[in-house]
Nanobody, 112 residues
Framework: QVQLVESGGGLVQAGGSLRLSCAAS????????MNWFRQAPGKEREFVAA????????NYADAVKGRFTISSDHAKNTVYLQMNSLKLEDTAVYYC?????WGQGTQVTVAS
């Protein structure tokens, strides 16, 4: 059974940084794309970033391009989302996703 477990969320001041982690288990992920999504209060869930498990290709939403970096560590079966220059509008629950599988989410709150 596939499990995705996020961690690393928290409260940070605007302009600060956080690194989210997504620990994956239950299958071999080498042929899959891993995604980060987020959902702010009262809004629909939206795509943030994606990476092929090999790390050879990444994709970002325009809203985070240049500030967020997605990466993967094969040895740890973990995908990361480094978030820099955080803005108030980045406040959301961040979810790790692979296909039909979702993590439980981790809260990121950016304060002024």
């Amino acid at each position: 059974q596939v499990q995705l477990v996020e961690s690393g969320g928290g409260l940070v001041q605007a302009g600060g940084s956080l690194r989210l982690s997504c620990a994956a288990s239950g299958r071999t992920f080498s042929d899959y794309v891993m995604n980060w999504f987020r959902q702010a209060p009262g809004k629909e869930r939206e795509f943030v970033a994606a990476i092929t498990w090999s790390g050879s290709s990444t994709n970002y939403a325009d809203a985070v391009k240049g500030r967020f970096t997605i990466s993967s560590d094969h040895a740890k079966n973990t995908v990361y989302l480094q978030m820099n220059s955080l803005k108030l509008e980045d406040t959301a629950v961040y979810y790790c996703n692979q296909g039909i599988y979702w993590g439980q989410g981790t809260q990121v709150t950016v304060a002024s």
